[in-house]
């Protein structure tokens, strides 16, 4: 099958001499949900950048659904939908019309375009709204109105430049459901963020870029089993008295104060169930358990730790 | 994209710009028409009387068609400029250069809308005019045409200083020490047969002095300029222009990094 999107030998250096990217390929499957990581800097929206067309690139080919950016440029844009990071519409623009206008740059009629704004104002939430001036919506509404106009044209492959900054957490889990949906529904949806909680519960795929490289392209299943130590917080049901516990090789326990535990033990020594035995061995009751870190987020800073060494 | 979606993506663009200068008529329509009401009194009726005829006119019918045209350039010019830097600075720029409309067609569409405004606001100094002065349209196809693509030929570089700008000051520059300056001295208010030799020369390097005389010889009859002349200059500009614009486009100059 086609691949949805097709770099190859990416390279982009800007006009101050910055080289943002050295040479990225990558290769994204169609129905895919992939996550694009990277720290500040590290080359992300460039690439994205230069798939949309709002980048000129140094050198290398992109192919999205097999078609070529240089030589099919029409085809090419015409499958994309792209959320940058940044709020880029015009803010005196009545919210409907600016769905409606963007299906006119795709060439889609008027009515077929009315038709599509007004099913996705109401899936996003935005129907009430349509005749507001875009500048009087909340950030989070300003987020679903960038997400409903790079949706009207019905693209293939969805570009989401950190889609939930700065958005609160009920919004941002009603986006989560909405994207997800429309991932069953067949769309290939490319997503970067800094919640790294985020792509770890929505992608099924993970790219990591730093200093304009691709260090990591992986399932996120294979990428996440190779953290080989795992951190949890307990909360104890009444307060740790000293010496309480035995001490165990394979398992560290510290306090963190009297009735929170923190609990490490690597995989391939130890299990959960194991540390659930031994604590009810040890008649410590638990009231509730938490991963210290997200597990992504501490691969992720170790692959970057890494590559800078 | 097929034609007929070609067609749509521009009359997208068309029509959005119209709405854009037309949600806000206070600052794009009624301006030039009452700055324009102003010279026809102060010039025209206060001055115009101790001036007399000018090649065979009053004064008041002689700057009719330069006051007219003056506000076609300025508003065609403003128009564009206005609207693509504002489009670069707010970034919704990217919404057309995400989408597969062809960069000729964004042209295009850019272009219309200051054609449109320029038109408007040409349409409304006429009628503002007719209080002041027994208007007669001796040729309307010239006088037309002359509007069209002299509005044509500003929108485009209004288009040009927009991709170049940086910042708001840069899109009052050029209005302010050029283009001021070229209509004012491009025989809007007096004919450059007054002028000595030298002056007249130096005149003809202007290239709104053939717009303006090739308006004026459609409305009047006469002009400094023969209407050939005027066609030439307006439509190598326009070539000009088009093909520097398409450069811009095509490269992404100040609009991609």
């Known amino acids: ?309 | 994209m097929n034609v007929e979606q070609k067609w749509t993506a521009y009359y997208t663009i068309l029509i959005r710009e119209v709405l854009r200068f037309g949600r806000i008529w206070i600052q794009t329509i009624l301006p030039p028409v009452i700055t324009t009401a102003l010279y026809f009194i102060i010039f025209g009726n206060l001055i115009g009387p101790a001036i007399g005829e000018m090649d065979g006119y009053t004064y008041m019918d002689f700057i009719v068609p330069g006051l007219i045209m003056m506000a076609v350039i300025t508003n065609s010019y403003a128009n564009v400029v206005s609207s693509f830097y504002g489009s670069k600075f707010q970034g919704n720029i990217d919404e057309m250069l995400v989408s597969p409309v062809p960069n000729w067609i964004i042209l295009a569409g850019f272009v219309s809308g200051g054609v449109a405004r320029g038109m408007a606001v040409g349409v409304a100094v006429t009628l503002v005019s007719l209080f002041f002065s027994d208007l007669h349209i001796t040729n309307f196809l010239v006088t037309f045409t002359v509007a069209l693509l002299t509005s044509i030929l500003f929108a485009l570089a209004g288009l040009i200083n927009g991709v170049y700008a940086r910042s708001f000051d840069d899109i009052s520059i050029v209005p302010t020490f050029v283009l001021t300056p070229l209509t004012y001295l491009g025989g809007v208010f007096y004919s450059i047969n007054m002028l000595p030799d030298f002056w007249q020369n130096v005149s003809l390097l202007n290239p709104v002095l053939y717009m303006v005389n090739g308006f004026r010889y459609g409305i009047l009859g006469i002009a400094d300029i023969h209407i050939g002349v005027s066609y030439c200059i307006i439509l190598m500009f326009i070539s000009l222009l088009v093909s520097f614009s398409m450069y811009l486009l095509n490269k992404g100059i100040g609009i991609r990094s």
């Open chain 1, 1 to 309: 099958m086609t691949a949805a999107l097709d770099i190859k030998d990416l390279r982009k250096t800007y006009a101050n001499g910055f080289e943002a990217l050295k040479g990225i390929s990558l290769s994204v499957q169609q129905g895919d949900f992939y996550a694009l990581l990277g720290a500040n800097g590290a080359g992300k929206s460039t690439t994205i950048g230069i798939v949309s067309s709002l980048v000129n690139k140094t050198s290398g080919t992109i192919h999205i659904f097999g078609y070529d950016l240089d030589t099919q440029r029409e085809q090419a844009k015409a499958q994309i939908g792209l959320v940058p990071q940044e709020f880029n519409f015009n803010v005196f623009e009545p919210v409907g019309e600016i769905i409606v206008n963007q299906g006119g740059y795709y060439g889609m009629p008027r009515e077929v375009a009315l038709e599509r704004a007004e099913i996705l104002l109401k899936q996003l939430g935005l129907w009430e709204k349509r005749k507001s001036q875009a500048r009087d919506l909340s950030g989070g509404m300003k987020r679903r109105l960038m997400i409903a106009r790079a949706l009207v044209h019905q693209p293939r492959l969805l570009i989401l430049d950190e889609p939930t900054a700065g958005v609160d957490i009920e919004i941002r889990r009603s986006m989560w459901d909405f994207l997800s949906q429309l991932n069953r529904a067949g769309t290939t949806i490319i997503l970067t963020t800094h919640y790294l909680e985020e792509a770890e519960s929505l992608c099924r795929n993970i790219g990591i870029i730093d200093q304009g490289q691709l260090i990591e392209n992986t399932s996120m299943k294979a990428l996440l089993g190779r953290l080989d130590t795992e951190h949890y917080v307990f909360d104890l049901e009444r307060a740790w008295e000293q010496n309480e516990l035995l001490p165990n090789e394979h398992c560290d326990f510290s306090l963190r104060d009297p009735t929170t535990l923190d609990v490490s033990f690597h995989k391939k020594e130890f299990t959960l169930n194991q540390v659930f035995s031994y604590l009810n061995q040890n008649k410590i009751e638990i009231s509730s358990m938490r991963n210290r870190t997200n597990r992504l987020e501490q691969l992720f800073i170790d692959l970057v730790e890494a590559n800078k060494a």
